[in-house]
């Protein structure tokens, strides 16, 4: 409904503004019209000029018939001085009126967000109001001829009504997508274009009829109806929209430019680097640079028909009011409909954007030329045929430059066009009406041949442009059959180690159009082994693989092989990807038709995926039904806790409405109230033999989408206190939190035991932030964040072993425990945080625990956990810890209490002795990019991304990228590294020799920091070439660690020794060594041998022929 209000709105004041726009333009008939009748005719003419009639054109024609038969100077000398004084008045009053136009409009176009997009509408209105104010007054009162300046100055501080064209078109650009906005703006034109013709017919017999006054009292009518729309009909969120909230985020090198500073200058000059240093592609600031410029020359080429309507009014035309309203509504007319049928017709035979401007610019010299040298009304109208196809460049430019600008810049760089429209028309209008002025006598066709000379430059930059496109589009849309000639992607890690076995690959999908963002990653040759179907295809199939057939293949990856999740690439901020997400929900989502259901079981099983607290209904729990059906009243079990929940309400959600329904079956969504303690990750059940593990087995075997009961949250990063400010809250604050937490499982809450405080564990800043702000928006509570800190984990470097005496005396009752453990680190080879289950008791002679019961050590692994939960360094949780008891000693009656104090004392006295260190948290980062991009890539942001990592691997393709580029980056590292100090666990960086760049690769080796790790990936034949004996001594091989050797063969002396020898001078220690052979050539133990021989140590050495293990 508010798209609908919005079309309307804006539809309405466009077609007032057309209509005032119609009647402005025949101002200059009226100037033209004052002055002709003006003209001092000499004494012996026939007619006395007596009074001055300001509102005929005819009336000169038919005075003295000497306009229509052309045969004395007299006329031609009044024409030629009427159209001379016209062009003069004009050219002065574009030249008053361009200053105040330009800075209006660059203020207007730039703060729309400042001043809100209503006022920026209205204001152009009441310019325009005051324009036809000040006609009205010069007509009446005769006022001088400065009048018509102060009109024009008055108009140009209203911004004039290319305001009004720019955020029409911000609103289309945002609501549009790429495919559709040429389209939509040459069918915006045409509607547009429609209208006038309509409005300048009628306009012209009204002249005819009624002279210029009441024109110009209609058009201050229709001035009065646009502003009273703007005010009291339109607002602002009918319009709202990404650009004019999101700031300007450009990077020139080093520096960043977030926002809008307060000096005017700077924000001009940052609007200016959105062409110009913004980080993308060459071939799209080339294709950016080249539609700019083409519209700067279109624009001005289209300024030489300022002085046209003097042409018109000139012998041998010497055209009347209605003369001039019938040819313009003509023109508008054919414009209108052969424009959406050229545009069409280009469109179904596949011509691109800069084709079609090509196109444009031809029709457009053509029209121009035939325009100069026509002597007849009828050459006049059958050169609109060839008129109305060369006015695509002013409709497609903003169409072509959203498409190779971020969604975030359009409104700057729309507002940079703009003003350079507004600048170019002008200063064309005024250079124009000035040549016009003085050419007119000796050759008025002067200014449409200069228009059809600069027309050229835009063809040949549109030629250009068609070019460079139709190479970015081969790129973007590479066969099938030369995908496997690229290069493989270079991956950054941040910890040196491949990828686990049990990850689930990614296949990226970019927010573009399925058809050709499916095709690369899907059909890669990497990829189709993953999928037998699409493998098939691509080596039997003689057709391209369609868009369908590559959905179908990620849905079985997806449904079948759950290893694989598509990733689409998208910002919701920006609007960017948002349609992509949409289809791939629609896509490759698995419906809830496809999974097996049995006839024999129609037992109610469901899973919560999401639960909200409504104030009203209180809590809500979305819900998917997998089988059976959910009713009012019923009473399921939660498979996690084994607990009994009842059902009060079931309702169908619609957007925010719920409708009240008494069933719903399955493959549906529901919403359910009336749970308890069932939160989002629970599975209900009506049967409650399903709570068994191995029914629950059993269940999901049937249903191999239904995950396991209870979501499994990451472990908390960031923690803080949360207090109220009134004790009286505290209560409320724990409803909440406790709301809150069954919402989002990710969300940890803890009373400090000692403090008595309640503690937030979140996973980042901003989700506390966001907890705050839940708090004060939906429960009206006012709380007090401590000091975020980051949830480090300590653990024990080395094992030790206390004994604790623990004296009790309560009513005279003496108690003593004794009780010894001891603390054990736990080395995780996979580096995961193990935190603290259960504690082990070492049995032996002297101590068998015969008489420890149950609840005993229930209560000793209580005082054990609450030990481990405040550490010694920071009171963060103690992990990768093993406690085992090895003696306890009773004496008297120990409650559990005991127990668990005791356990808690000797835990804490063995941290103190454990040397214990912090555990920062870490995050695993996988970076691919391709060539293109690694080369683009500025060093300072490798730096950026170097500085977060603990570790470094860096897989060069094997002679695919530039070794020179390698080199700069090394050097920057090493730069890097020795000012800040930083320190890697682990530096891989993967080289490979070329016997053509062997300069470059040892002076790469040097670059590389020797504490580090140099890995070398390189071809057999390359490195005896590039590393023979004389290049040892200046070569320094000792930070080479990790060798792979491709296209071994058998050699009858030592195959090592050619491959050793360059490390054996360095006493190097190889971490890995890796050999490739072709063929099954080698001795195994001559290998060995020659590695004893050489004394090269060798931690992991792999052997391989082709594609297989030895």
């Given at each position: 409904?508010?798209?609908?209000?919005?079309s309307?709105?804006?539809?309405?004041?466009?077609?007032?503004?057309?209509?005032?726009?119609?009647?402005?333009?025949?101002?200059?008939?009226?100037?033209?019209?004052?002055?002709?009748?003006?003209?001092?005719?000499?004494?012996?003419?026939?007619?006395?000029?007596?009074?001055?009639?300001?509102?005929?054109?005819?009336?000169?024609?038919?005075?003295?018939?000497?306009?229509?038969?052309?045969?004395?100077s007299?006329?031609?000398?009044a024409?030629?001085?009427?159209?001379?004084?016209?062009?003069?008045?004009?050219?002065?009053?574009?030249l008053?009126?361009?200053?105040?136009?330009?800075?209006?409009?660059?203020?207007?176009?730039?703060?729309?967000?400042?001043?809100?997009?209503?006022?920026?509408?209205?204001?152009?209105?009441?310019?325009?109001?005051?324009?036809?104010?000040?006609?009205?007054?010069?007509?009446?009162?005769?006022?001088?001829?400065?009048?018509?300046?102060?009109?024009?100055?008055?108009?140009?501080?209203?911004?004039?009504?290319?305001v009004?064209?720019?955020?029409?078109?911000?609103?289309?650009?945002?609501?549009?997508?790429?495919?559709?906005?040429?389209?939509?703006?040459?069918?915006l034109?045409?509607?547009?274009?429609?209208?006038?013709?309509?409005?300048?017919?009628?306009?012209?017999?009204?002249?005819?009829?009624?002279?210029?006054?009441?024109?110009?009292?209609?058009?201050?009518?229709?001035?009065?109806?646009s502003?009273?729309?703007?005010?009291?009909?339109?607002?602002?969120?009918?319009?709202?929209?990404?650009?004019?909230?999101?700031?300007?985020?450009t990077?020139?090198?080093?520096?960043?430019?977030?926002?809008?500073?307060s000096n005017?200058?700077?924000?001009?000059?940052?609007?200016?680097?959105?062409?110009?240093?913004?980080?993308?592609?060459?071939?799209?600031?080339t294709?950016?640079?080249?539609?700019?410029?083409?519209?700067?020359?279109?624009?001005?080429?289209?300024?030489?028909?300022?002085?046209?309507l003097?042409?018109?009014?000139?012998?041998?035309?010497?055209?009347?009011?209605?003369?001039?309203?019938?040819?313009?509504?003509?023109?508008?007319?054919?414009?209108?409909?052969?424009?959406?049928?050229?545009?069409?017709?280009?469109?179904?035979?596949?011509?691109?954007?800069?084709?079609?401007?090509?196109?444009?610019?031809?029709?457009?010299f053509?029209?121009t030329?035939?325009?100069?040298?026509?002597?007849?009304?009828?050459?006049?109208?059958?050169?609109?045929?060839?008129?109305?196809?060369?006015?695509?460049?002013g409709?497609?430019?903003?169409?072509?430059?959203?498409k190779?600008?971020?969604?975030?810049?359009?409104?700057?760089?729309?507002?940079?066009?703009?003003e350079?429209?507004?600048?170019?028309?002008?200063?064309?209008?005024?250079?124009?009406?000035?040549?016009?002025?003085?050419?007119?006598?000796?050759?008025?066709?002067?200014?449409?041949?200069?228009?059809?000379?600069l027309?050229?430059?835009?063809?040949?930059?549109?030629?250009?442009?068609?070019?460079?496109?139709?190479?970015?589009?081969?790129?973007?849309?590479?066969?099938?059959?030369?995908?496997?000639t690229?290069?493989?992607?270079?991956?950054?890690?941040?910890?040196?180690?491949?990828?686990?076995?049990?990850?689930?690959?990614?296949?990226?999908?970019?927010?573009?159009?399925?058809?050709?963002?499916?095709?690369?990653?899907?059909?890669?040759?990497?990829?189709?082994?993953?999928?037998?179907?699409?493998?098939?295809?691509?080596l039997?199939?003689?057709?391209?693989?369609?868009?369908?057939?590559?959905?179908?293949?990620?849905?079985?990856?997806?449904?079948?092989?759950?290893?694989?999740?598509?990733?689409?690439v998208?910002?919701?901020?920006?609007?960017?990807?948002?349609?992509?997400?949409?289809?791939?929900?629609?896509?490759?989502?698995?419906?809830?038709?496809?999974?097996?259901?049995?006839?024999?079981?129609?037992?109610?099983?469901?899973?919560i995926?999401?639960?909200i607290?409504?104030r009203?209904?209180?809590?809500?729990?979305?819900?998917?039904?997998?089988?059976?059906?959910?009713?009012?009243?019923?009473?399921?079990?939660?498979?996690?806790?084994?607990?009994?929940?009842?059902?009060?309400?079931?309702?169908?959600?619609?957007?925010?409405?719920?409708?009240?329904?008494?069933?719903?079956?399955?493959?549906?969504?529901?919403?359910?109230?009336?749970?308890?303690?069932?939160?989002?990750?629970?599975?209900?059940?009506?049967?409650?033999?399903?709570?068994?593990?191995?029914?629950?087995?059993?269940?999901?075997?049937?249903?191999?989408?239904?995950?396991?009961?209870?979501?499994?949250?990451?472990?908390?990063?960031?923690?803080?206190?949360?207090?109220?400010?009134?004790?009286?809250t505290?209560?409320?604050?724990?409803f909440?939190?406790?709301?809150?937490?069954?919402?989002?499982?990710?969300?940890?809450?803890?009373?400090?035991?000692?403090?008595?405080?309640?503690?937030?564990?979140?996973?980042?800043?901003?989700?506390?932030?966001?907890?705050?702000?839940?708090?004060?928006?939906?429960?009206?509570?006012?709380?007090?964040?401590?000091?975020?800190?980051?949830?480090?984990?300590?653990?024990?470097?080395?094992?030790?072993?206390?004994?604790?005496?623990?004296?009790?005396?309560?009513?005279?009752?003496?108690?003593?425990?004794?009780?010894?453990?001891?603390?054990?680190?736990?080395?995780?080879?996979?580096k995961?945080?193990?935190?603290?289950?259960?504690?082990?008791?070492?049995?032996?002679?002297?101590?068998?625990?015969?008489?420890?019961?149950?609840?005993?050590?229930?209560?000793?692994?209580?005082?054990?956990?609450l030990?481990?939960?405040?550490?010694?360094?920071?009171?963060?949780?103690?992990?990768?810890?093993?406690?085992?008891?090895?003696?306890?000693?009773?004496?008297?009656?120990?409650?559990?209490?005991?127990?668990?104090?005791?356990?808690?004392?000797c835990?804490?006295?063995?941290?103190?002795?454990?040397?214990?260190?912090?555990?920062?948290?870490?995050?695993?980062?996988?970076?691919?990019?391709?060539?293109?991009?690694?080369?683009?890539?500025?060093?300072?942001?490798?730096?950026?991304?170097?500085?977060?990592l603990?570790?470094?691997?860096?897989?060069?393709?094997?002679?695919?990228?530039?070794?020179?580029r390698?080199?700069?980056?090394?050097t920057?590292?090493?730069?890097?590294?020795?000012?800040?100090?930083?320190?890697?666990?682990?530096?891989?960086?993967?080289?490979?020799?070329?016997?053509?760049?062997?300069n470059?690769?040892?002076?790469?080796?040097?670059?590389?920091?020797?504490?580090?790790?140099?890995?070398?990936?390189?071809?057999?034949e390359?490195?005896?070439?590039?590393?023979?004996?004389?290049?040892?001594?200046?070569?320094?091989?000792?930070?080479?660690?990790?060798?792979?050797?491709l296209?071994?063969?058998?050699?009858?002396?030592?195959?090592?020794?050619p491959?050793?020898?360059?490390?054996?001078?360095?006493?190097?220690?190889?971490?890995?060594?890796?050999?490739?052979?072709?063929?099954?050539?080698?001795?195994?133990?001559?290998?060995?041998?020659?590695?004893?021989?050489?004394?090269?140590?060798?931690?992991?050495?792999?052997?391989?022929?082709?594609?297989?293990?030895?």
């Open positions: 409904m508010a798209e609908d209000v919005r309307y709105i804006i539809e309405t004041i466009l077609s007032f503004q057309t209509l005032c726009t119609c009647i402005t333009t025949t101002i200059g008939q009226y100037i033209y019209a004052y002055y002709l009748e003006t003209y001092p005719i000499p004494s012996n003419s026939t007619s006395n000029y007596t009074t001055i009639n300001y509102f005929s054109l005819t009336k000169f024609k038919d005075y003295n018939n000497k306009c229509i038969e052309g045969d004395t007299s006329t031609k000398d024409q030629a001085w009427a159209q001379e004084r016209s062009a003069d008045l004009f050219f002065w009053t574009n008053y009126s361009s200053c105040p136009i330009i800075i209006m409009t660059y203020i207007l176009s730039l703060y729309i967000s400042t001043l809100g997009k209503r006022f920026v509408l209205i204001l152009p209105m009441i310019g325009g109001f005051a324009q036809f104010v000040i006609w009205l007054t010069i007509i009446y009162f005769h006022l001088p001829e400065y009048w018509w300046y102060i009109a024009a100055i008055i108009n140009g501080l209203s911004g004039s009504i290319s009004l064209s720019f955020i029409l078109t911000l609103i289309i650009t945002d609501n549009t997508i790429d495919s559709d906005l040429s389209s939509r703006f040459v069918r034109g045409a509607i547009q274009t429609g209208l006038s013709s309509i409005a300048t017919l009628a306009i012209g017999y009204y002249i005819e009829w009624r002279g210029f006054t009441d024109l110009y009292w209609m058009g201050l009518g229709f001035e009065l109806l502003i009273f729309i703007g005010i009291f009909i339109f607002k602002s969120s009918n319009s709202t929209n990404i650009n004019e909230r999101t700031p300007l985020l990077s020139i090198n080093e520096n960043e430019f977030n926002e809008f500073s005017s200058c700077s924000q001009f000059f940052q609007i200016c680097t959105v062409f110009r240093c913004n980080r993308r592609t060459q071939k799209k600031s294709s950016l640079f080249l539609t700019l410029f083409s519209n700067i020359f279109y624009t001005l080429a289209s300024s030489t028909f300022a002085p046209f003097w042409f018109l009014l000139n012998a041998p035309f010497c055209m009347t009011s209605r003369d001039i309203g019938n040819y313009s509504a003509l023109a508008a007319i054919s414009y209108a409909i052969l424009s959406l049928l050229g545009m069409q017709a280009l469109t179904n035979i596949g011509a691109s954007d800069a084709i079609i401007c090509l196109i444009s610019h031809i029709f457009f053509g029209s030329l035939w325009l100069a040298f026509a002597n007849y009304s009828w050459e006049l109208y059958a050169g609109l045929l060839l008129s109305a196809f060369s006015g695509y460049q409709s497609l430019t903003l169409s072509m430059m959203s190779w600008l971020e969604p975030h810049e359009r409104s700057h760089a729309f507002a940079f066009v703009t350079i429209n507004t600048i170019i028309t002008l200063f064309g209008t005024a250079l124009f009406n000035y040549i016009y002025a003085r050419t007119v006598v000796n050759n008025r066709n002067l200014t449409l041949f200069i228009g059809a000379g027309c050229i430059i835009p063809s040949i930059l549109n030629l250009w442009l068609f070019l460079v496109t139709r190479k970015m589009s081969e790129e973007d849309l590479r066969p099938l059959s030369e995908t496997e690229e290069p493989a992607p270079i991956r950054l890690r941040n910890n040196g180690l491949p990828p686990h076995a049990g990850d689930a690959a990614c296949i990226i999908i970019p927010s573009r159009s399925l058809t050709t963002s499916l095709r690369t990653p899907v059909l890669n040759r990497s990829r189709t082994d993953i999928d037998d179907a699409i493998a098939e295809l691509l039997f199939a003689d057709k391209p693989i369609s868009t369908n057939q590559l959905i179908q293949a990620i849905c079985r990856l997806m449904v079948n092989d759950q290893r694989y999740v598509p990733v689409l998208g910002s919701s901020l920006k609007n960017i990807g948002v349609p992509t997400l949409l289809d791939a929900i629609v896509n490759y989502l698995p419906s809830a038709r496809i999974i097996p259901t049995s006839s024999s079981n129609t037992d109610t099983l469901m899973y995926f999401k639960t607290h409504d009203q209904k209180q809590p809500l729990s979305f819900a998917r039904v997998y089988s059976g059906s959910v009713k009012k009243r019923m009473v399921l079990t939660n498979a996690r806790t084994n607990e009994r929940e009842q059902i009060n309400k079931v309702f169908l959600p619609f957007a925010d409405n719920m409708e009240d329904i008494d069933e719903i079956r399955a493959g549906s969504i529901a919403v359910l109230s009336g749970f308890k303690e069932a939160s989002s990750g629970d599975i209900l059940v009506s049967n409650r033999k399903s709570t068994i593990a191995t029914h629950l087995n059993d269940l999901k075997q049937q249903y191999p989408f239904l995950p396991d009961p209870g979501l499994e949250a990451p472990p908390p990063v960031f923690f803080c206190t949360i207090e109220t400010y009134s004790e009286s505290q209560k409320q604050l724990d909440a939190l406790k709301n809150i937490k069954r919402e989002d499982p990710s969300l940890r809450v803890r009373i400090d035991d000692q403090t008595g405080q309640t503690i937030l564990l979140g996973m980042g800043e901003l989700h506390i932030d966001i907890i705050r702000d839940r708090l004060k928006r939906e429960y009206d509570l006012e709380t007090y964040l401590g000091p975020l800190n980051v949830n480090y984990r300590e653990t024990p470097r080395k094992s030790t072993q206390q004994t604790i005496v623990w004296n009790s005396s309560i009513n005279e009752k003496h108690a003593t425990i004794s009780i010894t453990l001891s603390i054990e680190p736990i080395i995780s080879q996979d995961k945080i193990i935190s603290f289950s259960q504690i082990q008791i070492v049995r032996s002679d002297e101590q068998n625990f015969e008489n420890l019961k149950k609840e005993h050590v229930e209560a000793i692994n209580h005082g054990i956990r030990a481990l939960s405040t550490g010694l360094i920071k009171g963060t949780e103690v992990v990768n810890i093993h406690v085992k008891l090895h003696d306890l000693q009773l004496t008297g009656f120990i409650s559990p209490a005991l127990y668990s104090a005791a356990a808690s004392d835990v804490r006295a063995c941290l103190r002795h454990a040397d214990c260190t912090l555990l920062q948290p870490m995050m695993r980062v996988d970076v691919t990019m391709s060539k293109s991009t690694l080369e683009s890539l500025p060093n300072e942001l490798w730096l950026i991304i170097f500085s977060y603990s570790s470094f691997d860096l897989c060069q393709t094997f002679l695919y990228i530039n070794n020179t390698i080199q700069s980056l090394l920057s590292i090493h730069h890097y590294l020795n000012v800040n100090f930083i320190h890697y666990d682990q530096l891989h960086l993967w080289l490979n020799s070329d016997q053509n760049h062997r470059r690769f040892t002076n790469m080796i040097d670059t590389v920091v020797l504490n580090y790790s140099c890995a070398c990936q390189t071809l057999l390359y490195w005896e070439k590039t590393f023979n004996e004389t290049d040892q001594s200046n070569v320094l091989f000792a930070s080479i660690k990790r060798l792979v050797v296209q071994a063969e058998y050699r009858p002396y030592s195959l090592i020794q491959i050793l020898a360059p490390l054996v001078s360095t006493s190097n220690t190889l971490q890995y060594l890796h050999l490739i052979f072709t063929k099954r050539t080698y001795d195994y133990f001559k290998i060995l041998s020659d590695l004893i021989a050489y004394r090269v140590s060798v931690h992991t050495m792999i052997l391989e022929v082709e594609q297989g293990m030895i």
